[in-house]
């Protein structure tokens, strides 16, 4: 008899669009959320849109803010939701607050709502809460957003690094697919066809349009929240972040222990990614088409446009195994020499 079961959780509404934090109400009002709302939120996007986003939410809501992710954050969003009898939880900004939000609504069982500032990760559709703790990170499962409302006017208004450092989030689900696959023939564990193949579909559109994705562009701040949206839907089908989260995350979250905000994550995924791909597939493989994509969009490729300098590089690819039980091409640990190799052959280093 067949058994099987899953549950594939999805947002409600995804709201994407010129000015649609003005339809922040009608949203509120067509979840059926009511009561007050507590913001999670950081400095920037607090001072940006913050009085604006609270207008619209109405119900006088209180707002925390978070600098940093971590356990001790989504502790400090559950106490003050508790204090003020919040009754659902808005996350508003980059992924730092997005993600406390999302965890801290999980634990209280309360609904919540993602209003990116930024399109520079793909966490602000999906059920997954990526937190770090000590020297390891937790891809937690958590209800995904009740709905996304994701302003195109204010993400294209952005700091244009953080929409490349989402461009490179989701071209690192070509690797991150290709480990998956990996993980799935030599660990029996469970590779699921559909969650791949949009995850890895995301990234190719993304890889052919990146010569139209520009500063300055609207256009291109739809495109990208778009792809995000996409391989966000991709990790709830999987019920992980496998589809969109490999060794060339792993080697990230090494980088984030080693120096915690060098560099933004997607743009350190996205140099992973290229070393990655060389170390599935060598010399021939996918990885030029991943650092000319990078380059076009105009997101780092190096070390150097990381800012790290090439021992830190050789230190995260030799180490990143750690981090957490994930089996990916780094299996359980690569050499120094392999990895320098990989470096050196990407022009990483
Ligand atoms: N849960 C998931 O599935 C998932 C997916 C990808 C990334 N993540 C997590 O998200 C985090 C990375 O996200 P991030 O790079 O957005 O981090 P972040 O939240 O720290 O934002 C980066 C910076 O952008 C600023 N910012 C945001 N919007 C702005 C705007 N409109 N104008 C000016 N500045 C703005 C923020 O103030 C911050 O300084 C990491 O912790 C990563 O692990 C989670
Ligand atoms: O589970 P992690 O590795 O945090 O990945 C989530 C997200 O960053 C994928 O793009
Ligand atoms: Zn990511």
Redesign the pocket.
């Known amino acids: 008899m067949f058994e099987k079961s899953t549950w594939i959780k999805l947002p409600r509404n995804v709201v994407v669009g010129h000015g649609v934090l003005d339809d922040l109400g009608d949203v509120v009002a067509d979840l059926s959320v009511a009561g007050r709302p507590l913001v999670v939120t950081s400095p920037t996007p607090n001072d940006l849109v913050g009085d604006r986003v609270r207008a619209h939410l109405g119900g006088d809501p209180a707002t925390v803010t978070v600098e940093t992710a971590g356990f001790g954050a989504v502790e400090r969003v559950v106490d003050a939701a508790e204090a003020e009898s919040a009754t659902y939880l808005v996350g508003l900004g980059g992924?730092k607050p997005i993600d406390t939000a999302k965890m801290a609504a999980d634990r209280l069982g309360l609904g919540f709502i993602s209003i990116p500032t930024a399109a520079s990760?793909?966490?602000i559709v999906?059920g997954?809460s990526?937190i770090p703790e000590g020297d390891t990170?937790h891809?937690v499962a958590a209800d995904p957003p009740l709905a996304v409302v994701a302003d195109t006017e204010v993400i294209a208004a952005a700091p244009w690094e953080l929409t490349t450092a989402g461009c490179a989030?989701i071209v690192?689900?070509y690797t991150?697919v290709e480990d998956w696959k990996l993980a799935h023939r030599l660990q029996d564990v469970h590779y699921s066809e559909y969650a791949g193949e949009l995850a890895r579909m995301t990234a190719e559109l993304l890889v052919e349009s990146a010569g139209s994705i520009k500063q300055g562009l609207e256009e291109s701040a739809w495109v990208v929240v778009k792809a995000l949206v996409s391989?966000g839907v991709a990790?709830s089908i999987a019920g992980s972040?496998r589809p969109?989260?490999g060794a060339e995350?792993?080697f990230s979250?090494r980088l984030d222990r080693i120096a915690p905000d060098r560099a933004l994550?997607g743009h350190q995924?996205g140099v992973g990614s290229i070393i990655v791909a060389y170390l599935h597939e060598g010399e021939k493989g996918m990885w030029r088409n991943i650092r000319d994509a990078l380059d076009v969009i105009g997101a780092p490729t190096t070390a150097a446009d990381l800012g790290f300098d090439d021992e830190t590089i050789i230190e995260a690819l030799t180490t990143a195994h750690r981090i957490?039980d994930r089996y990916t091409i780094l299996g359980n640990g690569i050499s120094e020499a392999a990895a320098r190799e990989a470096a050196v052959t990407t022009g990483v280093i």
């Open positions: 992924g990760h793909d966490g999906s997954r990526s990170r891809s989030d690192s689900n991150a391989s990790m972040s969109a989260s995350h792993l979250h994550h995924v957490r």
